[in-house]
């Protein structure tokens, strides 16, 4: 059988991760889970944007102020991205808007040395590009420590999330660079790349708009590149579906690369199969504003620090719970709330981004998504570690029951819960049909839902019945281990108690 491949993650070196990418890192992340539990072999991949000129200027800019690269946090590399970017923009800029406003001598003779540096660093940048690209060992080693700078926050970021992204899943922009000129070449020997005023193009026969593949100077483009990739998934890694998570505002770029894919004819497997090419386009996480989140001094978050809220707001509510004398959690040692504190704050965050319609835009609310009540990743968590302590209580009597007493369904609720656990299985698979995390939520809080229906109507600890006892015992054991079991597939932890 052939494999899936899960387009997930998509970071940029040199640049944080935001709650994009948490977007495309988490509902990838699920996909990949939900495909591999379906028994496909699935390949994560992760399509660093790590080449190009924009990355060479910022290399090149470090290089010039003896910047350490071995000790760079992300937060400088970062920084030091956006100043080579500025330096080149601006000072143009400035310099046309002088002229035209007509400032006095000074400001224009400032705004010359300026500009004067700005096209030095560039000169500069482009040197660089062109040595990294032709191997230069010192500057491709200098190269990977930026690469390694943002990587290690990532899997750091990605290990509190419980995304399963590690090294061997970056497979970036840089691992296709020889394949372009072949790239553009095999286009316009199968004559669907045209000239267009010294550039390449492809042309559609359906619409207007072609699509770039490489520049007048020469330069390849983030297109060129998706073809070579998608050529790769579908005939190297041989997956016979490709998935792209990746941000809606993307959805022309993937309609034209699929199309030419398609057009050319690597959407063909080694045995004549097509592939399906998909992009799952996500809408934007935005603020209480209902405008893109955005910091009180007016720049994007960072993943990590809406991460590090939701866990100590989850901590904060653990704790306040595990102080009531009957709570579960009553006495546990401070390391021991503190995990529970994190699986909390992790949940509720992935949980109201897998949960809310893939496409659509939703309002970050953090004291909406770390409540217990409600449709929150808390809710299925306490739901399952109700189960648990339940289970608990009853584990003396149940050593003397057999293993799988008939489960009674004598009762409408007993029959709802039941019911609620045989669509499992089709649930998983329709939300890999359909690549749609969204399907596994709401079935899990509906499952959740209908165990504190069928608890509140039929007594388990304190049936009178021994039989019928044993038999709503064992649905509470299956209704925790399909709880468990999805909250699984989304990334999100089960602790027993809460
Ligand atoms: N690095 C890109 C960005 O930040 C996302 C990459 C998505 N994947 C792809 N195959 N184009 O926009």
Not at 157 to 182: I, M, N, W
């Amino acid at each position: 059988t052939h494999a899936v491949t899960i387009d997930l993650c998509g970071v940029n070196v040199a640049k944080q991760l935001h709650v994009g990418h948490l977007r495309a890192t988490i509902i990838g992340d699920t996909l990949a889970r939900v495909h591999g539990r379906l028994g496909r072999k699935v390949w994560r991949e992760n399509h660093l944007g790590d080449w190009g000129l924009p990355i060479a200027m910022t290399l090149a800019a470090l290089r010039r102020t003896g910047t350490d690269l071995g000790s760079l946090t992300l937060e400088h590399l970062n920084a030091a991205y956006r100043a080579a970017q500025l330096e080149g923009r601006d000072a143009a800029a400035g310099l046309t808007a002088a002229r035209g406003t007509h400032a006095g001598p000074h400001r224009i003779a400032e705004l010359e040395a300026q500009n004067a540096g700005a096209a030095m660093a560039q000169e500069d940048a482009r040197a660089t590009l062109v040595r990294l690209q032709s191997g230069d060992a010192e500057l491709v080693a200098a190269w990977r420590l930026l690469i390694d700078c943002t990587m290690r926050e990532v899997f750091e970021t990605a290990e509190t999330l419980g995304v399963h992204l590690t090294a061997e899943h970056s497979r970036g922009e840089s691992f296709f660079r020889e394949e372009l000129g072949p790239t553009v070449e095999a286009f316009v020997n199968a004559g669907l790349g045209g000239e267009d005023d010294g550039a390449i193009v492809v042309r559609y026969p359906d619409r207007e708009r072609p699509m770039l593949i490489r520049k007048r100077d020469g330069g390849f483009l983030y297109a060129t590149t998706d073809l070579a990739a998608c050529r790769f998934r579908v005939q190297t890694l041989k997956s016979d579906r490709v998935v792209y998570v990746v941000d809606a505002r993307q959805r022309d770029h993937f309609k034209d690369v699929f199309d030419a894919v398609r057009m050319i004819g690597w959407d063909r497997l080694p045995d004549g199969t097509r592939a399906r090419l998909v992009h799952v386009p996500f809408g934007s996480v935005l603020g209480p504003d209902r405008k893109p989140l955005k910091t009180r001094s007016g720049e994007n978050f960072t993943l990590k620090a809406l991460l590090d809220e939701a866990i100590e707001r989850g901590t904060r509510e653990v704790r306040a719970r595990s102080a009531s004398p009957d709570s579960p959690t009553a006495g546990m040692a401070a390391d021991e709330l503190a995990a529970i504190g994190r699986a909390v704050g992790s949940a509720a965050v992935k949980y109201a981004d897998l949960g809310s319609d893939v496409t659509r835009d939703y309002v970050f609310d953090l004291d909406r998504m770390v409540s217990f009540e409600g449709d929150t990743g808390p809710y299925l968590q306490y739901a399952h570690a109700r189960i648990a302590g339940i289970l608990g209580k009853a584990l003396d009597a149940a050593a003397h029951a057999p293993a799988r007493p008939p489960v009674s369904v004598a009762e409408p609720a007993e029959r709802q819960l039941v019911l609620a656990i045989l669509r499992y299985p089709q649930v998983v698979r329709e939300v890999a049909e359909h690549n749609d995390p969204s399907r596994l939520c709401a079935y899990l809080h509906s499952l959740a839902t209908g165990f504190n229906g069928f608890y509140q109507q039929c007594p388990v600890l304190r049936c009178e019945d021994a039989a019928v006892r044993a038999g709503r015992l064992r649905l509470c054991a299956v209704a925790k281990h399909v709880l468990r079991d999805g909250l699984g597939l989304l990334g999100i932890a089960a602790p027993e108690r809460m």
